[in-house]
Nanobody, 124 residues
């Protein structure tokens, strides 16, 4: 069982930065692929970024590539999402998620554990 708790959301202006954190319980954090997803009102939950535990590879949605960076600190059981050059279209509830599956990381269905979400609002 893994419990995830996000923090770091808030209200910012266009062009600002935020860093989200996701603290995980459990002793096997290093063996989980960690993902960030987001969901805007009236829209489906969408993939943002992942940190794959095998090989340390990362991947990003095209909409955030070059602006967002995912990282993890296995010693602290924490995954981060550094968000720079924020835009109003980044406004959403951001969720972190964990899985030990080995493929399909872009789909929310592949994740077994979810945090409660943290709101990010970017004003114009």
């Amino acid at each position: 069982q893994v419990q995830l708790v996000e923090s770091g959301g808030g209200l910012v202006q266009t062009g600002d930065s935020l860093r989200l954190s996701c603290a995980a319980s459990g002793r096997t954090f290093s063996t989980y692929t960690m993902g960030w997803f987001r969901q805007a009102p009236g829209k489906e939950r969408e993939f943002v970024a992942i940190s794959i535990w095998i090989g340390g590879r990362t991947s990003y949605a095209d909409s955030v590539k070059g602006r967002f960076t995912i990282s993890r600190d296995n010693a602290k059981n924490t995954v981060y999402l550094q968000m720079n050059s924020l835009k109003p279209e980044d406004t959403a509830v951001y969720y972190c998620a964990a899985t030990q599956k080995l493929s399909g990381f872009g789909s929310p269905d592949q994740y077994d554990y979810w945090g409660q979400g943290t709101q990010v609002t970017v004003s114009t």
